[in-house]
Nanobody, 123 residues
Framework: QVQLVESGGGLVQAGGSLRLSCVAS???????VGWFRQPLGEERSFVSA????????DYADSVKGRFTISRDNAKNIVYLQMDSLKPEDTAVYYC?????????????????WGQGTQVTVSS
């Protein structure tokens, strides 16, 4: 069993940056990891994913060039660096683990989820 805990969310002005962390406990996070987000009243959508041990990455078109996913396998942490934030990035951000790479954009294919961290970008 893997427990995931996100942190790093908060309130930031448009154009600012935040770095989210997804810390795994329970066992080694030797699997693909994805980040999803869910604005209030909307569906959860794919943001980014990174393969195990980290050679492959993918991003939603809306965040390409602004967000960077990375992982520190020694520390069991996956990061999401978010730069040039926009008000439309406001959402609860979740990390998830366990999907095959071919379906890493599909949240139902992940086995483990964190509780989420709120990101609010003011204009």
């Amino acid at each position: 069993q893997v427990q995931l805990v996100e942190s790093g969310g908060g309130l930031v002005q448009a154009g600012g940056s935040l770095r989210l962390s997804c810390v795994a406990s329970g066992r080694t996070l030797s699997t693909n990891v994805g980040w999803f987000r869910q604005p209030l009243g909307e569906e959860r959508s794919f943001v980014s994913a990174i393969s195990w041990p980290g050679r492959l990455t993918d991003y939603a078109d809306s965040v390409k060039g602004r967000f960077t996913i990375s992982r520190d396998n020694a520390k069991n942490i996956v990061y999401l660096q978010m730069d040039s934030l926009k008000p439309e990035d406001t959402a609860v951000y979740y990390c998830a683990a366990g999907s095959p790479w071919a379906t890493m954009t599909v949240f139902s294919r992940y086995n483990y989820w964190g509780q989420g961290t709120q990101v609010t970008v003011s204009s």
